[in-house]
C-alpha cells in the first residue's frame, strides 16, 4: 500500500490546514500510520502517529495544535493542523510507522505573513 499526501499550501501564522493522506489500498490491516514532516536544511521527524484503533501520538511541538485521524472505510488518513506558527513550515509526508521507504513526494506547507 502507497501513502500519499496532499493538501498543504500558504496559510498566515495562526490559520488552520486540513492535509489528507490518500491510499492505494486498504489501511485496515496498517498498525500503526503516522504523519512526518522535513523542514529546510533539517532532518524529517515524526509529528504524529495513530494506530489502527484509532489512539493518537504527538509530538511535543504540536501537541493541543495537531489532531490525527484515519477513516479504515475510505482508506484515508487525515491531519488537522491549527494555530500554526512559522516554525511548521516543512514539507509533510504521512507513511506506516516504522516507516516504509516510500515517501512520494510529500505536501509543502508554508507559513508565513
Known amino acids: 500500500v502507497q501513502l500519499q499526501a496532499s493538501g498543504g499550501g500558504l496559510v498566515q501564522p495562526g490559520g488552520t490546514l486540513r492535509l489528507s493522506c490518500a491510499a492505494s489500498?486498504?489501511?485496515?490491516?496498517?498498525?500503526?500510520m503516522g504523519w512526518y514532516r522535513q523542514a529546510p536544511g533539517k532532518q524529517r521527524e515524526w509529528v504524529a502517529l495513530?494506530?489502527?484503533?484509532?489512539?493518537?501520538n504527538y509530538a511535543g511541538s504540536v501537541k493541543g495544535r495537531f489532531t490525527i485521524s484515519r477513516d479504515n472505510v475510505k482508506n484515508t488518513m487525515y491531519l488537522q493542523m491549527n494555530s500554526l506558527k512559522p516554525e511548521d513550515t516543512a514539507v509533510y509526508y504521512c507513511?506506516?510507522?516504522?516507516?516504509?521507504?516510500?515517501w512520494g513526494p510529500g505536501t509543502l506547507v508554508t507559513v508565513s505573513s
Open positions: 489500498g486498504s489501511i485496515s490491516r496498517i498498525n500503526v
Open positions: 507513511n506506516t510507522y516504522p516507516a516504509t521507504a516510500y
Open positions: 495513530i494506530t489502527s484503533g484509532g489512539s493518537p
